[in-house]
Structure formats: structure tokens, C-alpha cells
DNA sequence: GGTTTCCTGGACTGCTTGGTCCTATTTCGG
DNA sequence: CCGAAATAGGACCAAGCAGTCCAGGAAACC
């Protein structure tokens, strides 16, 4: 996880305010444009602009653009966590999954399904082409499933999700529905795939339900 | 769906059979290369070298590199198409679709949960960079949709399916976990989410099943 | 068999891109 | 306030890229 070995050869580095600062623009920069245009599409003069930076400050900040692209698969799974953290550490019903799902559907059709998930679109895009990117986005997208499974755990243990189902299971399932529905509604331009997979994967895990509520399954 | 209209403003032309086989090498490498490496990080000297053709065959066929992966977008969908079409135009029983589904399962097994779907990988890459590919990936997803809804149909009309369910919300369920356990099949270099993703599909196609219990075997 | 049209080969070009370098300015410890 | 290191600016470079061009074959039609 540490990212310090790169240091330059005179390992003594000074940082300042304004290093940092600038750094963090480069890398916000590089998130907006890569999202939206692709990571391969994205060029480090598109990031020079946008970030108002130069030349200087980009090889000064990251080795080369691996380097950055690197970074930002870090950046932004850590953008990614934190806004999932927020939306699911306190999750112990039913129904925080779905205003979880809700929350995710409305965030996607504001932009009427397009760029899809920042992580998945990544993932396709650099997974056979930069293995540590591959494996840092692995580690986040399993970081993911784990604040899912663990609020169906929470779940689990207060009795209202039952025994034998699998949490892990069922939020790898969960996650699966989501990246392809991210997917579906990017490729048509309609958010509608994307709610009918999440409620798929929702209604499955509403069949662990101790006491099933609502329609009767079968 | 024709594309005869990009002909030169001479438009009568003769095609031999020679120019044709020189265009479909042209496409297969294409294929290869861009499954492997994705469709920007693949040059045209790439693709002329492994195809054995040179520069001025290239934009004999195609007008330019965005014409080449259009025209790629729909080699690549008929191939597919015509793959689906074959496992899923007799479906008729759940365990067919079972059957359907080690099949994708196997396959992905082959190279580690690598290169991902071909059709998924592209939707990702190009939806929001052109838009006449990403209109045309979309048609065939919802063909291929279609192909599943079609055998789920046929089951309903044998009374194996019940009335209730919605053949075409169960296909999308279904395509959205495939492409979605494609994707994190890929990250992970592990084909048990595609596998739990699947599994979890069908098994919520199963729930809708007119006798639910185990699963009959025809 | 001759001519027209298609097909092929590969050298060539101009631009974009990632990456380098040198100089100027700011920051900061002492 | 002084020197050393960090930060910044931006011109510059070489490689790689998509795309052009033209001359020489190969088909096909008469």
C-alpha cells in the first residue's frame, strides 16, 4: 500500500503546502478527464491544462504517465470508498439497501447512464494491460463487496437475514449486478438495465430473509 | 444494417474475392489484437502486421481507423450472435440454460477470467467516444437479450415458467450478471464472481420456476 | 489480348504525444 | 537574510502514430 519507494535517489525529499496542492490538482484533473474520455484517450497535455500545471510539475509529481494513471486507480478507489463507507457502514435493513440502490440509480441517471462506474470502466480498461493497476483495482472492488457483506452480516446476526445464506456470496452477486448494469446503461444510454439487475440482486438477497416481506416467493 | 453506402463517389465497384479475403484477415486480426489489448492501445501497424496486408489495403477497406472499429463492432456482434445463437435458439428447460451458462463459464476458465467479454470490453472503451458504435453494441446486446428472453418465453408457453414472470426483465437480470461477472472475473483474474454472478441469476430465474423445487433434468 | 478497374506494396509525411531539460522563482531551515 | 532544495514554466526532442501517395501487379470484362 505505501507508495514512498519511489523516491528519487537523493531520498531526502522536502514537501511543502504547495507541492501537495498541486499534486491534488493534477490528480483531480486526471480523474474528470479520464472519466469521462478514457484512460488511453486521456493525454498529459488535456491534464496540463485542465489541472493548470506544466510539464515540469507532472514528471516532478509522477515518473511517467503509468505512474499516474497508477495513482489515480488509487485516488479514486479511495473516492469510491469513502462515498460507499458513508452510504453503508450503517447498514443493518433491508430497506438502507434499497435507499442504497435508489441513491445509486439517481447518481447514474443524472448523466443518463453515461461514463458508467469509475472503477469498472477502469477495470476493463486496464486490467490486461498494467497488473498492479489490476491488482489495486481488485483490492478495491473487494474492499467494496466487504462493506456490503458486512452490513449483511450485521443483518445476519440480528436475525433478519437467515443463517445459511452467504453474505460474501451474495454481495459479490450484488457487485456483479451493479458493474453490469453500469455497463448495460452506459451502452444504451438508459438507466433502465441498471435498475433491473440491482433489483434482481436485491430480490435475491430478499429471498434470505428470515421473514419474507412483501410478495410471497413462490 | 447494410454499409454499402460508404462506396467511393464512383460508386459502381467490382469486388474480387482476393479484396474480400484481404478484408476479412484484416477484421480477425483486429479481433485478436484489440480482445487483447483493447481497441486504442491497438495501432493500424499492428493490426497490418499481423494481418500480412500493408498500409494502403488497410484504407483500401476501411476510410479510417474509426471506420475499422465500427465495422470491428459488428464482426465482433455477429460472431457472437451467431456463438448465442447456437447454445440458446433451442432453449427450452432450465437446465439448458444451466448447461448455457458452464458453457460461458468454461470458456472464461481458458485464459483466467482475461480480455473479459468481447462485446463488454468494447461497450466500456467506446460508448462515450463514438456514438455510432455504441448504438450499435447496444442493438446487439438486446439481440442477445432477445435470444434468452425468446427461450424464457418458450418455457412459459410449456407451462414451465410461470405467467408472472417477465422473460424480458429476467434476460436483462441475466446479461447484466454475466457482463458484470466478466468484468470482475477480469479485475480479479478469477472466475468465481462470474460464476457466483451467474449462479445468483439463475437462481432468481429459478424462483420463478411453475414447480420450484430441485431442478428437473430433461 | 487489351484495357479498365481493382488490389497491393511500402516509402513517405506531418502531427500528436510522452518525456527531457534548462532556467527562473518560491519556500524553508539555520 | 542567505543558501539550498523544492517548485514552477515552458521550449524542446524523438518516437510513434494515423493517414497519403504512387507505381506496379492482378482480375475481370469486352
Not at 496542492?21 to 486521456?42: F, K, P, Q, S
Request: proline share 2%.
Amino acid at each position: 500500500m505505501s507508495d514512498e519507494q519511489v523516491a528519487a535517489p537523493t531520498n531526502r525529499r522536502r514537501i511543502s503546502q504547495r507541492g501537495i496542492a498541486t499534486r491534488d490538482r493534477i490528480l483531480e484533473a486526471a480523474n474528470r478527464l479520464m472519466l469521462v474520455r478514457g484512460v488511453n484517450a486521456t493525454t498529459l497535455d488535456d491534464i496540463r491544462e485542465a489541472s493548470q500545471t506544466s510539464k515540469s510539475q507532472l514528471y516532478h509529481h509522477f515518473a511517467d504517465k503509468q505512474e499516474l494513471v497508477r495513482a489515480l486507480v488509487k485516488y479514486r478507489g479511495a473516492l469510491v470508498l469513502q462515498r460507499e463507507r458513508a452510504g453503508l457502514e450503517r447498514l443493518r435493513s433491508f430497506s438502507g439497501l434499497v435507499r442504497w440502490r435508489n441513491a445509486l440509480v439517481q447518481a447514474n441517471s443524472l448523466n443518463n447512464g453515461k461514463y458508467g462506474c469509475g472503477l469498472g470502466s477502469m477495470a476493463l480498461e486496464l486490467s490486461d494491460q498494467d497488473e498492479q493497476a489490476r491488482s489495486s483495482l481488485s483490492e478495491t472492488f473487494a474492499a467494496w463487496e466487504k462493506l456490503i457483506s458486512d452490513g449483511l452480516h450485521r443483518m445476519q446476526d440480528s436475525g433478519l437475514l437467515r443463517q445459511d445464506a452467504d453474505p460474501e456470496k451474495l454481495a459479490t452477486g450484488l457487485m456483479a449486478a451493479l458493474q453490469g448494469g453500469y455497463l448495460l446503461a452506459n451502452a444504451s444510454h438508459n438507466i433502465a438495465p441498471m435498475e433491473v439487475a440491482l433489483d434482481m440482486a436485491l430480490e435475491h438477497i430478499r429471498s434470505f430473509l428470515a421473514q419474507p416481506s412483501g410478495e410471497p416467493t413462490r
